[in-house]
């Protein structure tokens, strides 16, 4: 059983920064692609970020191209959201998910195993 659990979420003022972290348990760290998602109060869960098995490569939703970071670390079985320049509409809250699979996807549904949830809000 993989378990996931989010931490860094908070209050902060628009163009503020936030770093969200992700420790991994339960299973090889380094077999995951991980990501970040995020959903809004009355919206869809939304891809904002995808780091590659042994962080070579990352993906970004055009949303928060230039302003977001996603990073991993294998030896600590974490990974990472940078957040800077942060608008009221990234308020939401963001999971991270962990996925077995061989492609790399931005979509929902081929996601295994998800954390609880952290909660970002950006006042304006």
């Known amino acids: 059983q993989v378990q996931l659990v989010e931490s860094g979420g908070g209050l902060v003022q628009a163009g503020g920064s936030l770093r969200l972290s992700c420790a991994v348990s339960g299973r090889t760290f380094s077999s995951y692609n991980m990501a970040w998602f995020r959903q809004a109060p009355g919206k869809d869960r939304e891809f904002v970020a995808v780091?590659?098995?042994?962080?070579?490569?990352?993906y970004y939703a055009d949303s928060v191209k230039g302003r977001f970071t996603i990073s991993r670390d294998n030896a600590k079985n974490t990974v990472y959201l940078q957040m800077n320049s942060l608008k009221p509409e990234d308020t939401a809250v963001y999971y991270c998910a962990a996925d077995s699979g061989v492609v790399v996807t931005t979509s929902v549904s081929p996601y295994d195993y998800w954390g609880q949830g952290t909660q970002v809000t950006v006042s304006s």
């Open positions: 780091i590659t098995r042994s962080g070579g490569s990352t």
